[in-house]
């Protein structure tokens, strides 16, 4: 997956492939809609997560991000809207 042209659904999958690893749990029983504490990811989880996101996407996430974003669902999205945005910025091009 190419960070800077993924998709929201490319995200996704690859957030539920994560998820999955950590919780030891199929990717087909990961949902994307449910609270990533209900799947099993605590504070460590989630910082281990948002370590392999910088690398992975080139980017800072601010402190509260997994505050903000609780399901899987949420963290692609907003991956998505900071990526597109960060690459528009260096691009010179209206956000």
């Known amino acids: ?7 929201v659904v490319e995200i996704r999958d690859w ?3 994560r998820i999955a690893a950590y919780t030891e749990m199929s990717t087909d029983d990961v949902d994307p809609t449910a609270d990533l504490v209900d799947v099993g990811i605590d504070s460590l ?5 948002g370590l392999e996101i910088e690398e ?3 980017i800072e996430l601010e402190p509260e991000f ?4 609780v399901t899987i669902d949420d963290v692609a ?13 260096r691009l010179g091009e209206p956000e």
């Open 1 to 7: 997956m190419d960070p800077i042209t993924a998709t």
């Open 15 to 17: 957030m539920v492939e």
């Open 56 to 58: 992975m996407f080139k």
């Open 77 to 89: 999205k907003a991956l998505h809207d900071q990526v597109h945005a960060e690459e528009a910025g």
């Open 45 to 49: 989880h989630k910082a281990e997560i």
């Open 66 to 69: 997994f505050r903000r974003c």
